[in-house]
Nanobody
Framework: QVQPVESGGGLVQAGGSLTLSCVVP????????MGWFRQAPGKERGFVAA????????NYDNSVKGRFTISKDNANNRVLLEMNSLKSEDTAVYYC????????????????WGQGTQVTVSS
């Protein structure tokens, strides 16, 4: 079964930092787009950030620009999400997802999803 595996969630105070990690299955595609999404209680799941495994191009939701950084570790098949200046509204379950077609600028079309990791920001 193709499933990314997230880790790194937890409880952090507002203004603090946290880094999420996702191990991505080694798939034989020319390129993969790896993304992070989040779902807060009572809300729909929404896009956070994405990166191209081959080209390194990135895309961010406006709500996290300047605070979150997505990066890739191709040697270890990982995608990371460094989260700084966390706010209470960042509290959510964070999901890692991958797709074999489309760019990081297209927030749709993700094929494989992880189980999610909880991030809680206390104010």
């Amino acid at each position: 079964q193709v499933q990314p595996v997230e880790s790194g969630g937890g409880l952090v105070q507002a203004g603090g930092s946290l880094t999420l990690s996702c191990v991505v299955p080694a798939l034989p595609f020319r390129d993969l787009t790896m993304g992070w999404f989040r779902q807060a209680p009572g809300k729909e799941r929404g896009f956070v950030a994405a990166i191209s495994r081959t080209y390194g191009s990135t895309n961010y939701d406006n709500s996290v620009k300047g605070r979150f950084t997505i990066s890739k570790d191709n040697a270890n098949n990982r995608v990371l999400l460094e989260m700084n200046s966390l706010k209470s509204e960042d509290t959510a379950v964070y999901y890692c997802a991958i797709k074999s077609e489309g760019s990081p600028y297209d927030t749709l079309g993700y094929e494989y999803w992880g189980q999610g990791t909880q991030v809680t920001v206390s104010s």
